[in-house]
């Protein structure tokens, strides 16, 4: 139940030399990395969609306004500054000079304008401040305000999201499309330039250096903030879902960067000195088990609360990343462990004894009479992969009439919006992971929303939520701030617009020669070969 059958068997991990070998023409220059991604990429809006490898692809391309240092302040990326008037409630934000698009065309206010606007109709944070702002406009081709209702202390790390999604700025004539229909074309200003002629999905894509971006003057590269010094002309993602293949490549040294190593190879691995495993962001991922609140069977809130007994997070957990506690939490709730926001309301729901026999007495009182219930997930990224497997092993243990759907990844992020019933196609419950970035506060954080229609896919309404998040946007201090959360986490606990399942350090696999790496996502600015 707590592995893939990824590595058929303990046989296929004893060493290098019982491996496939990878093979990929070496240049004769240095100057190129080579890399194994998370997933395959398949949609290349980070806007309209809120995957991880489409996040990171959107790093590579473009910029923000202002960058989050390690420590989640903002920093001014794109921007030169601001100035405030009007108490607040007017803020300026002048452009850098020498910004450019890969196009050639210059970086204007009126393409930053058209890209937050479409960035504000998606993310969380977003949502917040377009409720907030009366008028966003292009004051020149270089300044562009922000006339808001009140003040808003926190445009700024708004505007600097890190995560899903980020307010990426592109040209105007992309950014104008509607907000709900991908964009096709992948033009930014950011340090890496996306080679449309040579992406063939399912198997590569490819960066080349952005020789025209000229990164900030000052300051230290923490997360997105400061300089963005590339050392690579070229980084290749090879797209290969086999994890052995991948192992063998990044010990000869065809391969430079192994995202997501299993448990297994990690173990593999660690003996050779020529590759290194770290932490990909020293804080952790959070693992959810996400109902469609929009129809049958999980429509019945006394039906999501049954299945609180036989979630084991441990169970979930030690499926990605192994057996050793150091690198998980069992003990997860709604925000991201070891942030100020983490706390223990309502927890014993998940913390207490755990009983499938319970679980299925719960889903009988809850009127549970064999509907079909779809779980969708992927086979190709490791941990919705993994949690999938253990959370298909859970609903046939608990007796749920089930049909498991098992697809790449690209696949199951196109089902996932799918608002149609089981009957129709649609889904009941799939499993993912969001960075520590995302569930660190309520701010951005997509999965707690309780807006309905638009919330993130599974589209939960709770009034409650809502309300306590407007307030915490209002909290006068960080100790009220904590408040709220925990009253948040007890409201979460009861309605369930999803299910923590665990957090996990995700562990990376780089070669030794490498030094440089900005810690929290796959950045790849900064990094380079000694």
């Not at 910004?99 to 949502?127: C, E, I, Y």
Request: hydrophobic letters at 40%.
């Amino acid at each position: 139940m707590l592995r893939r059958d990824l590595l058929k068997s303990g046989a296929a991990i004893g060493g290098a030399a019982a491996l496939p070998r990878f093979a990929i023409a070496q240049p004769a220059q240095n100057r190129i990395m080579k890399m194994v991604p998370q997933a395959n990429l398949t949609s290349l809006d980070p806007i309209w969609t809120t995957a991880n490898i489409t996040r990171n692809h959107g790093h590579m391309i473009y910029d923000t306004l202002y960058g989050l240092d390690a420590q989640f302040r903002p920093q001014p990326q794109m921007a030169a500054g601001h100035v405030s008037e009007d108490g607040g409630k007017r803020i300026i934000i002048t452009l850098r000079d020498g910004l450019k698009f890969h196009d050639g065309t210059p970086v204007l206010a009126k393409d930053v304008v058209a890209s937050v606007s479409r960035w504000m109709k998606r993310n969380p944070f977003g949502q917040k401040l377009a409720s907030l702002t009366d008028a966003l406009t292009a004051l020149d081709d270089k300044r562009l305000q922000f006339s808001l209702k009140r003040p808003f202390p926190l445009l700024f790390a708004a505007l600097g999201q890190v995560s899903n999604s980020p307010a990426f700025i592109m040209p105007e004539r992309l950014a104008s499309t509607d907000a709900f229909t991908q964009i096709r074309e992948a033009v930014g200003s950011g340090p890496f330039r996306f080679k449309a002629d040579e992406y063939n999905s399912g198997s590569m894509v490819v960066y080349t250096r952005n020789a025209d971006y000229v990164p900030v003057a000052s300051g230290t590269p923490s997360l997105t903030a400061g300089p963005k010094i590339v050392h690579f002309d070229r980084v290749e993602w090879h797209i290969i879902t086999d994890a052995a293949t991948s192992a063998a490549a990044i010990q000869t040294g065809e391969i430079d960067w192994y995202e997501q190593p299993p448990p297994e190879i990690q173990q593999l691995l660690r003996r050779n000195r020529n590759v290194r495993i770290e932490a990909i962001d020293p804080l952790p991922l959070t693992g959810i088990l996400r109902f469609n609140h929009l129809h049958a069977p999980f429509n019945n809130k006394k039906l999501r609360q049954a299945m609180l007994p036989a979630i084991s997070q441990s169970d979930f957990m030690q499926a990605i990343v192994g057996t050793d506690p150091a690198n998980f939490n069992a003990a997860t709730g709604f925000f991201t462990p070891g942030t100020p926001m983490a706390n223990d309301a309502a927890m014993a729901a998940l913390t207490g004894p755990r009983s499938i026999d319970r679980a299925k007495a719960l889903m009988r009182e809850a009127g549970y009479d064999n509907e079909l219930m779809r779980l969708i997930g992927p086979t190709d990224i490791l941990a919705p992969s993994a949690m999938t497997q253990v959370g298909a092993d859970l609903v046939r243990r608990l007796g749920f009439n089930s049909d498991i759907v098992l697809t790449d990844w690209g696949t199951t992020v196109q089902r996932r919006t799918s608002r149609e019933p089981v009957s129709a196609g649609g889904w009941s419950m799939l499993f993912t992971a969001f960075s520590s970035f995302d569930f660190a506060n309520p701010a951005a954080h997509f999965p707690l929303r309780g807006n309905g229609t638009g919330a993130w896919f599974g589209w939960p309404t709770i009034p409650k939520l809502e309300e306590l998040r407007d307030a915490w946007f209002e909290a006068p201090d960080e100790a009220a701030e904590q408040r709220l959360g925990r009253e948040m986490q007890e409201v979460a606990m009861d309605e369930l617009p999803y299910i923590p399942v665990g957090a996990y350090l995700s562990l990376t696999a780089l070669r030794s020669n490498l030094s440089g790496r900005v810690p929290g996502l796959a950045l790849y600015w900064g990094i380079k070969r000694d």
